[in-house]
């Protein structure tokens, strides 16, 4: 079973706006890392972020981390058509595996 | 720098059967990890491999067995394939650097469908 959420399921929004997804989790983490991933394709490494860090920058995307409430969010700033994808967080904790969620599919209408 | 190159691409397999996926991690990774993503659900672990050892396990059954070879390059062999078998299988490599917060890089993928 997974162990992390995303939210929304799904959004649909228009270019030039901004995207946030959320993320909740259940145990304590080391890190959690974003991935992209277009339409039958691999995951695309988007941000790694520490469970000592509160914010990184990559960009357009800006990662937020509150492990006091046990969840991230992403924001994709001024979005583009070619930024539709699902995106994913991933819980690293004490192992090496990554425990994902089911994803947010993001949808950028030109 | 070549990243994580999995083959085949697209396979499909009788139920029954057996299948063989390989992949080649990232230049200077020495672990290897494989995800099982079926449609619409985001990946689950398989189990990982480091020092061509099988270090961590997820919640598959023994028809999941897989391999790392010398030079780091892995093989998941999958057995007595089922409908539920089809998915995209994806092979992850990353540095083995225990608590400091690795990055994962994931390959394209093995499409499997089981007809």
């Known amino acids: 079973s997974q162990q992390g959420e995303e939210d929304p399921q799904a959004l649909s929004i228009q270019e030039g706006e901004n995207a946030t997804m959320n993320c909740s989790y259940k145990?304590?983490?080391?890190?959690l890392q974003w991935y992209r991933q277009n339409s039958g394709r691999g995951l695309v490494h988007l941000i790694l972020?520490?469970?000592?860090?509160r914010e990184k920058h990559s960009g357009r995307l800006r990662v937020t981390l509150d492990t006091s409430k046990k969840s991230s969010s992403l924001l994709i700033t001024a979005s583009r058509a070619a930024d539709t994808a699902s995106y994913f967080c991933?819980?690293?904790?004490?192992?090496?595996?990554?425990?994902f969620g089911k994803g947010t599919k993001l949808t950028v209408n030109p | 720098d070549a990243g994580v190159t999995q083959s085949p691409t697209h396979l499909i397999k009788t139920r029954g059967q057996q299948v063989t996926l390989r992949c080649s991690p990232k230049?200077?990774?020495?672990?290897v990890s494989w995800y099982q993503q079926a449609l619409g659900q985001g990946p689950q672990f398989i189990f990982q491999?480091?020092?061509?050892?099988?270090?961590q396990r997820g919640n598959f059954p023994d028809r999941f067995s897989g391999h790392q070879f010398p030079n780091y390059s892995s093989e998941l062999n999958v057995n007595a394939l089922l409908l539920g078998d089809s998915a995209l299988y994806l092979c992850?490599?990353?540095?083995?650097?225990?608590?400091?917060?690795?990055?994962?890089?994931f390959g394209e993928g093995s499409w499997l469908t089981v007809v």
């Open positions: 145990t304590s983490i080391n890190n």
């Open positions: 972020i520490r469970s000592n860090e």
């Open positions: 992850a490599s990353s540095l083995d650097r225990p608590y400091s917060g690795n990055t994962i890089y």
């Open positions: 230049s200077g990774h020495d672990t």
């Open positions: 991933a819980q690293q904790g004490g192992s090496e595996k990554l425990v």
């Open positions: 491999y480091y020092e061509e050892e099988e270090r």
